[in-house]
């Protein structure tokens, strides 16, 4: 045996490079080992239970044992394991779900084209706009801007859209022509005295000035999540979007909405851009799509962005780009499943209905001492920590009473995120009453321990 608790745990830390990992900590302290999971819960190695208040990485929409997510691999693994989209081929579990993605889209949507991960979507997405824009006479069109704290993957193109410094530290990106303006955070970036819609007024400001200095001939697209995920769970000031959609239209400047994660009902609708009002011209999709059971995503463009791209075809024939994974039959198999039980089981209102419910739980910490800000929409939200309420101050080192009350909850058997001092709640969209209850409960026990 060696000094972790398992001799798995030792093989992890000999032979595994962690994604989001400290390389030199985990040595230290070694890996939680999960090992099997149950609806809303997960088991490691010693027996112990946890509530997946974070639903893995924002994505187990149905639990981690849904049966007919299981039997729909199965059956695809026996008819069909794998075949490719190349060349003129296709196969029935990509072409339905791509009917399906399209059925469900919030506004028309002409084309689906599949990955295996949200960051090769959103490469995707910049590739496409640019071969796009080079087919219809505007080569100099081609900059993308997006936000602050966004979080768009970690792929050369998808990294250089996130505004997340850990993301870009040591990677060298982001690429020249990768802009990005102020994160709508109301609470930790307005202005003395400033409200919701005054803030969002000069952030729109912002955003066409930004555009004006660079020449609106050269940017090619604004880059969004509706509510923004892994940068804290921001919530924009309710004209936000409304008021940056102008300014986008206003210089022909296409929008493309990263639903990764508000996509298949995590704020209470199909679709972030239904709870927020947005009409993108490009869409991308994942995580929720197929509850993570196999890894897939989407790219869907509106008939603007691919009449432009089929012209290429005149010029170039083939379009150059895909994976041997894109629709793949499994994935995309199971990714129907999902949304044919997200449909069935009316898992979209339901989430709302348990999302206010936890909303409503979480703003009765507000009053806690150590609580700055309560924020969120439908299921997913975030408590943020201060050490100081009225300063807005984090303890002395910045991410430190996130990380030490995350730790506190997975003692007390319930995995959440911190996101430096905030942390993050994103439950299965099948979660009971009780089960949103016990999330509230262990948060409130963490708190304790942490004050
Ligand atoms: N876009 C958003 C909004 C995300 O939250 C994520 C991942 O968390 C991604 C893109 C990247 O997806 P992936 O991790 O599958 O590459």
Redesign the pocket.
């Known amino acids: 045996m060696n000094k972790y608790n398992s001799a798995l745990a030792g093989k992890d830390v000999q032979y595994q490079l962690h994604p989001y990992t400290d390389a030199i900590l985990h040595q230290e302290v070694g890996p939680l080992i999960i090992e099997r999971g149950e609806g809303v819960y997960v088991f490691d190695d010693q027996g112990k239970r946890y509530i997946e208040a974070m639903s893995g ?2 994505s187990v929409a149905l639990g981690f044992s849904n049966q007919r997510l299981i039997e729909a691999a199965e059956r695809q693994l026996r008819t069909l394991p794998f075949y490719h989209l190349f060349s003129h081929k296709s196969h029935s579990s990509s072409i339905e779900l791509s009917e399906k993605l399209i059925e469900l889209a919030p506004v028309p949507m002409s084309k689906v084209f599949l990955t ?7 490469d995707t997405v910049v590739k496409l706009i640019w071969y796009r824009n080079n087919a219809i006479g505007k080569p100099e069109k081609k900059k993308f801007i997006s936000r602050r704290n ?6 050369v193109a ?1 990294a250089s859209l996130t505004g997340l410094p850990p993301n870009q530290r040591g990677f060298d990106v982001p690429l020249p022509g990768f802009y990005h303006v102020s994160c709508p955070h109301h609470y930790r970036y307005a202005q003395d005295g400033e409200t919701e819609e005054q803030f969002a007024d000069r952030l729109a400001d912002e955003l066409e000035s930004v555009i004006l200095s660079e020449g609106p001939e050269t940017i090619a697209a604004f880059y969004g ?1 509706p509510l ?3 940068g804290g769970v921001i919530v924009p000031p309710r004209t936000y979007w409304e008021k940056v959609q102008a300014v986008c239209r206003k210089y022909d400047i296409l929008i493309v909405a ?5 996509g298949f009902g995590r704020t209470g609708n199909m679709f972030g851009c239904e709870t927020f009002g947005i009409t993108p011209d490009v869409m ?1 999709v ?2 929720q799509l197929s509850s993570s059971y196999q ?1 897939i ?1 989407a790219v869907l463009v509106n008939d603007t962005v691919f009449e432009g791209i089929a012209d290429q075809s005149h010029a170039f024939g083939t379009l150059g780009h895909g994976f041997t994974g894109t629709g793949h039959p499994v994935a995309s198999a199971v990714a129907l499943e999902n949304l044919k039980i997200i449909e069935e089981e009316r898992l979209v209102e339901y989430a709302a209905e348990m999302g206010d419910l936890m909303q409503a739980g979480l703003a009765r910490f507000k009053s806690h001492p150590l609580v700055g800000e309560v924020r969120g929409h439908g299921l997913i939200a975030a408590v943020e920590l201060v050490a100081n309420r009225s300063t807005k101050a984090p303890l002395d080192v910045a991410g430190k009473l996130g990380k030490f009350l995350a730790g506190r909850a997975q003692e007390h058997g319930m995995i959440t995120r911190a996101m430096g001092d905030s942390i993050a709640f994103c439950p299965p969209l099948i979660s009971t009453q009780e089960e949103i209850q016990l999330v509230l409960d262990t948060f409130g026990r963490a708190l304790d321990d942490t004050a």
């Open positions: 990485l924002w295996n991960s949200g960051s090769e979507a959103n966004a979080y768009h993957g970690i792929t998808s999540e923004m995920g892994a990263d639903e990764v994660i508000c991308v994942s995580k890894p995503a």
